[in-house]
């Protein structure tokens, strides 16, 4: 066990975990972020994508060792309060959603891509997604909704 300093959604806990387990045990066991999930636990289905220092990172295979002092972003740290984030709008608006297995991976993915490229072409945003495993199969819907949470970010005039 060992004193961690772990900076998720803008806010420092201090957590007496180890440093080996994985930052999904940590995010969901010890600290009750459950928009995290887990699906295959070996880094390849992207259920457990957060954002550490803006890249897309499973956290299934990241330690929380590995994870302190770097910024880290889940799912939980999109909306803003009952306000939901563009890409969060955008994946209800299309129907991109369906059983929830990949929502949460699926949309920390997307916001990685849409925090580095602002106008992402649909071949781009397939690549940014590549690795995120839909069991619905809503493929499409999701590039759609990615594309047009791009749409609406530079309407508003953020990123």
Do not use: W
Not at 92 to 98: F, N, S
Not at 129 to 140: D, E, F, P, S, V
């Amino acid at each position: 066990m060992k004193q961690l300093e772990l900076k998720i959604n803008g806010k420092q806990h201090t957590l007496e975990v180890d440093p080996a387990r994985s930052l999904l045990e940590v995010l969901r066991d010890e600290l009750g972020l459950l928009g995290t999930k887990y699906g295959c636990g070996e880094g390849q289905c992207g259920a457990c994508t957060v954002l550490v220092d803006g890249a897309a990172t499973r956290s299934c295979v990241l330690s929380a060792g590995a994870a302190a002092g770097k910024a880290l972003r889940t799912v939980e740290g999109l909306a803003d309060g009952d306000r939901l984030h563009p890409l969060q709008q955008a994946f209800l608006d299309c129907g991109a959603l369906q059983c929830g297995y990949c929502t949460s991976g699926m949309l920390m993915s997307a916001c990685a891509l849409l925090e580095r490229t602002k106008e992402p072409t649909e071949a781009e945003i397939r690549q940014g997604l590549q690795g995120n495993l839909c069991r619905c199969g809503t493929y499409r819907r999701i590039v759609r909704a990615v594309g047009g949470a791009a749409q609406a970010l530079r309407k508003a005039g953020a990123r």
